[in-house]
């Protein structure tokens, strides 16, 4: 089994900056595609970003575009989200997923087969 665990998350102002590290273990990783989700209290679960196994290939939602950045060092079995320019509006959980395939064909879908705990931001104005 793939195991995920984020790190990372806390409390900050508007404005601040955060970087939310995924690790993986249990399986080797640098095959796997990953995306970072984020769920608000009584919101469904939202896209983020992804990323494709050799990292080539990322993926944003429009409201994070241009101050959320994806990126993976698979000799370190690690997925990093470095969140900048932090809004109210990014409070929530956040998890990360990872799909075996390498390239998800339906990335910003919460489809992914292995799953984090997930990681708490809150971005206070």
């Known amino acids: 089994q793939l195991q995920l665990q984020e790190s990372g998350g806390g409390r900050v102002l508007a404005g601040d900056s955060l970087r939310l590290s995924c690790v993986a273990s249990g399986r080797p990783f640098s095959n796997y595609a990953v995306a970072w989700f984020r769920q608000a209290p009584g919101k469904d679960r939202e896209f983020v970003a992804a990323?494709?196994?050799?990292?080539?290939?990322?993926r944003y939602a429009d409201s994070v575009k241009g101050r959320l950045t994806i990126s993976r060092d698979n000799g370190e079995n690690t997925v990093s989200l470095q969140m900048n320019s932090l809004k109210p509006e990014d409070t929530a959980v956040y998890y990360c997923a990872a799909d075996p395939h390498g390239v998800a064909a339906t990335f910003d879908k919460p489809d992914y087969p292995n799953w984090g705990q997930g990681t708490q931001v809150t971005v206070s104005s």
């Open positions: 990323i494709s196994w050799d990292g080539r290939i990322t």
